[in-house]
């Protein structure tokens, strides 16, 4: 098993996973809603008041998710000022190949040698899982670093013609660094409170090009191979889970909502983001957002949201974060952190 340099340094007890290095990385290439405009039935207006969204970042066809990670993953182990890890975990749900996982070729290429890597698929919640499974990792005494990357090409898995999608995804990466630490210690992963309801996978989907439908691979419209969504009830639920599994979150911390300075939700849309605020009664000036930047980035959104946040002055040390999301499967996780000193965002 690779060992990184100083493993003989792993705490003995009441070890936990503390962040100390954070990137994110976007596609140069922007897409307008009035560029959306061109093909769709729909207007920048509808875009802006429904959504939240002016615009979204698109790779171009030769940039896979992997390359976004690399991007990612090498800024956050700048950030955190290591070139070594024990694992690399990657959230994502347009991986580079159904097989392998995309995460040992971004280790190989972040020259982390053969270092455990592997892919989380855990839709938009897919980086608080990935940061949990790496939260555990390093209690475990299994890893003392490990890297964390959120990464998605999501205009690979959406069909440009459907309104009730293109306008809202995006591409882009963000990751962190998580580090072996004390328990209390600033940048502290709290307890995560996650769940999932398969009951109502429908509701976000790709109907073939798995195991499943395997038979209508080469009859299928191409329209099936891109996500297929019920935004209206993805909506619904997406509010009523991140607000019970963010109250539950918070209150393992010790916290009442008042108490929270950032809320760092899922950038799904707008009236989202401010619906599960409302409900939490956390004022809108401690919600940081970048959805009107950069859409939805499904496992990017919240290495995304963190780092912009953090370079923008938004996630100030000693700050109360409350971190909570919600996607396909249907799948919900929340999180705490109290904000480190000491962590810069490489953009
Ligand atoms: N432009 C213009 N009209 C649109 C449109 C678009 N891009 N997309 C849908 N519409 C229309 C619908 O056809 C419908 O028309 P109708 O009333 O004539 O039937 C109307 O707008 C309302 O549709 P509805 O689906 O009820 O709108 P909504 O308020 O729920 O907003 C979403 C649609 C998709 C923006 C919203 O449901 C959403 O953001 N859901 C969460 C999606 C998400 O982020 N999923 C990822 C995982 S978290």
Not at 16 to 36: I, Q
Request: hydrophobic share 45%; charged share 20%; proline share 6%.
């Amino acid at each position: 098993m690779y060992q990184s340099e100083d493993r003989s340094k792993t705490p003995a007890a009441a070890t936990t996973a503390v962040l100390t290095g954070l990137g994110a990385w976007l596609p140069p290439r922007e897409v307008t809603n009035d560029e959306l405009c061109s093909h769709l039935d729909t207007s920048d207006t509808w875009i802006r008041e429904r959504i939240g969204i002016a615009v979204r970042r698109r790779a171009d066809p030769k940039t896979a998710t992997g390359d976004l990670a690399v991007e990612a993953g090498s800024r956050a182990l700048r950030s955190a000022g290591i070139s070594s890890v024990d694992a690399v975990v990657l959230a994502t749900t347009t991986p580079d190949h159904p097989c392998p996982a995309t995460a040992p070729d971004v280790a190989a290429r972040l020259g982390l040698g053969n270092v455990a890597a592997f892919d989380i698929s855990a839709g938009c919640s897919g980086f608080v899982y990935a940061s949990t499974v790496a939260a555990g990792l390093i209690r475990s005494g299994t890893a003392t670093r490990v890297l964390v990357v959120g990464a998605e090409t999501m205009s690979a898995i959406i069909d440009p013609e459907d309104r009730s999608t293109a306008p809202i995804f995006g591409d882009g990466a963000g990751a962190v660094v998580l580090e072996a630490g004390r328990p209390g210690q600033a940048g502290a992963l709290g307890e995560v409170v996650w769940g999932s309801d398969g009951e109502r996978g429908d509701a976000i989907v790709i109907p073939v090009g798995g195991s499943r439908n395997r038979d209508s691979r080469h009859s299928a419209p191409k329209a099936d191979f891109s996500v297929r969504m019920h935004g209206n009830e993805v909506l619904r639920h997406a509010i009523r889970r991140m607000v019970a599994a963010a109250t539950r979150a918070a209150s393992a911390a010790g916290w009442e909502p008042a108490d929270v300075d950032r809320l760092i939700v899922h950038q799904a849309n707008a009236r989202i983001s401010a619906g599960v605020a409302a409900a939490l009664g956390i004022p809108p000036e401690r919600v940081p957002s970048n959805i009107a930047e950069v859409g939805n980035t499904a496992a990017a959104s919240i290495p995304l949201l963190l780092a912009h946040a953090a370079a923008r002055g938004s996630l100030q040390p000693g700050h109360r974060v409350l971190v909570v999301a919600f996607g396909s499967g249907l799948a919900w996780a929340a999180t705490t952190l109290v904000w480190p000193a000491g962590v810069c965002a490489e953009l």
